[in-house]
């Protein structure tokens, strides 16, 4: 008995699709489909091609995402080295350096201008609010993360909608760690599961 996958490529989508107010059915339409126990050779593994913009945003953003998870667990330790141990203040000058400018690089640079290139509207302020949750999670970061790691998706029919619509599901991602990038392509989730 043979089951049929279904594999979309999100990082592929184009720009225009990738908006909280398109139907999922134009996203399902995209999807490759498999009734074989595996996909061709060398399908799953391909690395997508993507514009210098974004690989550079990606760059420093990813900095940005790691630095923000660590940085407030090292301010404490920063204080004291440098009231204590006079020939650091140097260093964790420099690392404050490094830190606000890539950050302002992200939000002074990087935010305006993919907010003009994917048509996006202003952040949307959504304390808690359902609706504000999911129009975030269109951001440009989320965007050119599912460009960067060539975000591919594959389930079985017996996901695909509408079979699973109303029923709560757990997700197992890959890659996710230190570094959970693998669930950054939130959109795909809510639109379509």
Known sequence: ???????????????????????ASQWLSRCETITSKTFPPNSLNTVDPIPFDVELERIIGIH???????FPFLIVPFI???????????????????VFALGAVE?????????NKYNLKADVIHNGSK???????????????????SAKFIWPSSLHRPAMESTPMLFAIVP???APFGITTYPMWSKLF
């Open 1 to 23: 008995m043979s089951t049929t996958y279904y594999k979309l490529n999100v990082g592929k989508l184009p720009d225009e699709l990738y908006r909280p107010e398109v139907p």
């Open 107 to 115: 939000v002074c640079i990087f935010k305006p201008y993919f907010r």
């Open 131 to 149: 609706e504000g949750i999911k129009l975030y999670q269109y951001a440009f970061t989320e965007r050119n993360t599912s460009k960067y790691l």
């Open 64 to 70: 940005i995402y790691m630095i923000g998870n660590v």
């Open 80 to 98: 004291l080295l440098y009231a204590l141990l006079p020939s650091s203040r140097i260093v964790i000058q420099c690392i404050f350096v490094y």
């Open 176 to 178: 996710h760690g230190v």
